[in-house]
């Protein structure tokens, strides 16, 4: 995989907290998908809000309805079935990994949230992928305001997760015959069994 099309991928997964991009809806251009998912976005978002709300989308939405929005716009523009109650699910796990990042002292730092956007914005300046484009011409503001507001709640919950996996691994050291990736991977496992404990508490 190419680092331009991770970048992408990344993007994707802080739109909707999963790890899943695909080139689906083959008849439309990147651009035109990414303008097809914030259309879709608004109308989701505007069965929700008065014309006022509508105008402070970026800030006045309710994180559940948006993200049921941002998942039924990514079902229409991107031609992947999302549910609503994955998208319920999603909510309910990011709360709760933020609060047990909070009571362990990982949560990630101001610094380190705007350092994480500052890399993929200048990523995004140097070298602009289409889907993302698309979405900030659509939803017509600047890439600081799609990527330090849009984005914003997607970057503070991928490091979160990223935190915790770190403490994680304190927890569960690396065997010797277990590769990078293995290893990874079984850390991703921990952390699911970690929210399912989290749910179950």
Same mark, same amino acid.
């Given at each position: ?32 998908k990414g303008k097809l998912f914030i259309k879709e976005y608004k109308e989701e978002t505007m069965k929700h ?31 992947? %079935?999302?549910? +609503?109650?994955?998208?319920? !699910?999603?909510? #309910?796990?990011?709360?709760?990994? *933020? /609060? ?62 990223? %935190?915790?996996? +770190?403490?994680?691994?304190? !927890?569960?050291? #690396?065997?010797?015959?277990?590769? *990078? /990736? ?20």
């Amino acid at each position: 995989m190419n680092y331009k099309k991770s970048v992408v991928i990344a993007i994707t997964c802080l739109l909707l907290g999963v790890i899943s991009y695909v080139y689906a809806t083959q008849d439309l251009s990147e651009v035109e998908k990414g303008k097809l998912f914030i259309k879709e976005y608004k109308e989701e978002t505007m069965k929700h809000q008065t014309k006022e709300q509508h105008d402070n989308q970026l800030k006045n939405i309710n994180e559940l309805n948006d993200k049921i929005a941002r998942y039924k716009a990514y079902s229409k523009a991107f031609g992947v %079935k999302l549910t +609503e109650e994955q998208a319920v !699910k999603k909510v #309910k796990e990011k709360i709760l990994l *933020e /609060q047990y990042a909070k009571q362990h002292d990982i949560y990630p730092t101001k610094e380190e949230i705007s350092k994480r956007i500052e890399e993929h914005k200048q990523m995004y300046v140097t070298d602009p992928y289409p889907v993302a484009q698309g979405m900030i011409e659509e939803l017509d503001i600047t890439v600081d305001e799609f990527f330090y507001e849009f984005l914003y709640d997607g970057y503070v919950a991928d490091l979160v997760r990223l %935190k915790i996996i +770190e403490h994680l691994k304190s !927890k569960h050291p #690396k065997q010797s015959n277990e590769s *990078e /990736q293995d290893y990874h991977e079984r850390m991703i496992q921990e952390l699911d069994h970690l929210v399912q404990s989290l749910e179950n508490a």
